[in-house]
Antibody, heavy 117, light 107 residues
Framework: EVKLQQSGDELVRPGASVKMSCKAS????????MHWVKQSPGQGLEWIGT????????SYNQKFKGKATLTADKSSNTAYMELSRLTSEDSAVYYC??????????WGQGVMVTVSS | DIQMTQSPASLSASLEEIVTITCKAS??????LSWYQQKPGKSPQLLIY???SLADGVPSRFSGSRSGTQYSLKISRPQVDDSGIYYC?????????FGGGTKLELK
């Protein structure tokens, strides 16, 4: 069974950084790209970027360049996303999702990030 | 970036109706179009991929189609459990872009 288990919700101070994880199981981690998606409160979905774990290649939405950094650890089948210089605009739920072909077939449960002093 | 214009933003339907949600792409996307359902507090779930293919485990009352650059999701005789928010996603070009979402209420 394919599963993407994300780390827990975060409460962080403005200006700080946060790093969240997405542990994959049930498939060969290096065979699929991992995407990250943002959902602001009461809003729609926004693509942040993707990483291809096999070759550690990343691609970012221009809007999130400098904000998000995607990495992957092949030894633990885990993808990571770090968000830096957090502001209230970064308060949102963040999802990881596996890309299969042209679509996202499995999603993590989401990480709620709250930026507050 | 490719814009995905999704409509309607919300709708209320009865269980006997046929529900149709559309996404119009700002340019051709070669059927790199998928549909997702999201329930409150949950992550999106894949319904349709490659514009017309039904994802595993998805009831056959869901279907997808295309006319030109307009893509449609149809729910025939929806069930109460089909309430939620529906999104389209184009993955033809980077960045992938989502439609704005359609909130479906069944009455």
């Amino acid at each position: 069974e394919v599963k993407l288990q994300q780390s827990g919700d975060e409460l962080v101070r403005p200006g700080a950084s946060v790093k969240m994880s997405c542990k994959a199981s049930g498939y060969t981690f290096t065979d699929y790209a991992m995407h990250w998606v943002k959902q602001s409160p009461g809003q729609g979905l926004e693509w942040i970027g993707t990483i291809i774990p096999l070759i550690d290649t990343t691609s970012y939405n221009q809007k999130f360049k400098g904000k998000a950094t995607l990495t992957a650890d092949k030894s633990s089948n885990t993808a990571y996303m770090e968000l830096s210089r957090l502001t209230s605009e970064d308060s949102a739920v963040y999802y990881c999702a596996r890309r299969y072909g042209g679509y996202l077939d499995y999603w993590g449960q989401g990480v709620m990030v709250t930026v507050s002093s | 970036d490719i814009q995905m214009t999704q409509s309607p933003a919300s709708l209320s339907a009865s269980l006997e109706e046929i529900v149709t949600i559309t996404c119009k792409a700002s340019q051709g996307i070669d059927d790199y179009l998928s549909w997702y359902q999201q329930k409150p507090g949950k992550s999106p779930q894949l319904l349709i991929y490659d514009a017309t293919s039904l994802a595993d485990g998805v009831p056959s009352r869901f279907s997808g189609s295309r006319s030109g650059t307009q893509y449609s999701l149809k729910i025939s005789r929806p069930q109460v459990d089909d309430s939620g928010i529906y999104y389209c996603l184009q993955s033809y070009s980077t960045p992938p872009t989502f439609g704005g979402g359609t909130k479906l209420e069944l009455k």
